[in-house]
Each structure stands twice: as C-alpha cells, then as structure tokens.
C-alpha cells in the first residue's frame, strides 16, 4: 500500500506527463530512475545521513546524467533531499494507476500455482477486456498454495475459482459446516 507522500509524488509526476504530453514516457522515465538509485548499495548511500544532502543530491544526479534529461534529474534531487528513494517503488504503482485511469485501462492480478504462459496470459487478458469493455493489463502472480486455477483481482473485486478454495468448501461441506 502506497503512502500518502507516494501519492504526492505520483499526482505531481503525472500532472506534469499529462500536461507534456508524455505520460508513457514518464513511466519509462521512473523506471530508469528505480534502475539506477533503486540498487541498494546506490540506496544506503543516498539515505546516509552522515552525508551531506547536496552531495548525496549530486552523486543521484552523476549516476543519471547518461540515463534521463533535465527533468527526471530534478526529480532524483527533489527525492534524495527529501529522503523519499526508498518510495520510488510505490511512487511508480502509484503513477502508473493514474496513467492506467486516465488511459482507461484495468489493472487486474491472476494468481496461479504455475506462471501462465505468454498465450494464456494473452487469452485471459483478452477474455476480461471483452467483458469488462476496457484495456485490461495482467499481471501475473505465483503463489503454489492455490493448488491449481486462478485467484483474480480486479480493482477491488476478487473471483476465487481457485482449486485450494473449492477444496476447502468440500471440506466445510463434509464437515457438516456451512
């Protein structure tokens, strides 16, 4: 779950895509940044209090001279000096949320004992996107202890169809509990 100041970031990371015209860009944009600062020997250092914030500032801006323009340059300064690069994960969520909104796509999450294969994922995405009447993006989730089908998140609706559950309900039902 995002913070409050992730969603700052996000909006005002978003608000100025949408107003550039540039909103895909943006998100390739924040994932150079993640890239580069997210590594975590680059992270301890540029959350080392013990460091000078203008220094830490400059070391961000050197690692990303090569990667981004001016602007992603002065986001990493602006997050580095308010100590905010251990966000930039949910910062990206969070942006690409709004991009998604704005675009009037549909995030949704399928979580399978096994990784779906690229047809499958194709299929299901397609399939939801019929029903749904929007731009749905899958995102695949691998957890063994569903056993076999999928659980499906989409928004804040769930569809369990997965085999752990439908066991679990057999279970109930020979149980003599409803």
Same mark, same amino acid.
């Given at each position: 779950?995002?913070?409050?100041?992730?969603?700052?970031?996000?909006?005002?990371?978003?608000?100025?895509?949408?107003?550039?015209?540039? &909103?895909?860009?943006?998100?390739?944009?924040?994932?150079?940044?993640?890239?580069?600062?997210?590594?975590?020997?680059?992270?301890?250092?540029?959350? @080392?209090?013990?460091?000078?914030?203008?220094?830490?500032?400059?070391? /961000?801006?050197?690692?990303?001279?090569?990667?981004?323009?001016?602007?992603?340059? @002065?986001?990493?300064?602006?997050? &580095?000096?308010?100590?905010?690069?251990?966000?930039?994960?949910?910062?990206?969520?969070?942006?690409?949320?709004?991009?998604?909104?704005? /675009?009037?796509?549909?995030?949704?999450?399928?979580?399978?004992?096994?990784?779906?294969?690229?047809?499958?994922?194709?299929?299901?995405?397609?399939?939801?996107?019929?029903?749904?009447?929007?731009?749905?993006?899958?995102?695949?989730?691998?957890?063994?202890?569903?056993?076999?089908?999928?659980?499906?998140?989409?928004?804040?609706?769930?569809?369990?169809?997965?085999? /752990?559950?439908?066991?679990?309900?057999?279970?109930?039902?020979?149980?003599?509990?409803?």
């Amino acid at each position: 779950m995002a913070g409050a100041a992730a969603k700052r970031y996000a909006r005002a990371i978003f608000e100025l895509a949408k107003e550039e015209d540039l &909103v895909d860009r943006w998100g390739q944009r924040l994932g150079t940044v993640r890239d580069v600062l997210g590594r975590p020997e680059v992270e301890s250092v540029l959350a @080392n209090p013990t460091i000078a914030v203008q220094r830490r500032e400059e070391a /961000a801006a050197a690692l990303l001279e090569r990667h981004a323009g001016r602007e992603v340059l @002065n986001l990493a300064r602006l997050l &580095v000096g308010a100590n905010r690069v251990r966000d930039l994960d949910a910062i990206i969520e969070q942006y690409q949320l709004l991009a998604d909104e704005d /675009a009037g796509r549909v995030r949704a999450t399928a979580t399978t004992a096994v990784p779906l294969t690229r047809p499958d994922a194709d299929k299901l995405e397609a399939s939801l996107s019929r029903r749904l009447g929007r731009e749905v993006r899958l995102d695949n989730l691998v957890d063994r202890a569903v056993i076999g089908g999928l659980v499906l998140r989409i928004g804040d609706r769930v569809i369990d169809a997965s085999v /752990a559950t439908r066991l679990q309900q057999l279970r109930r039902q020979l149980a003599g509990v409803q």
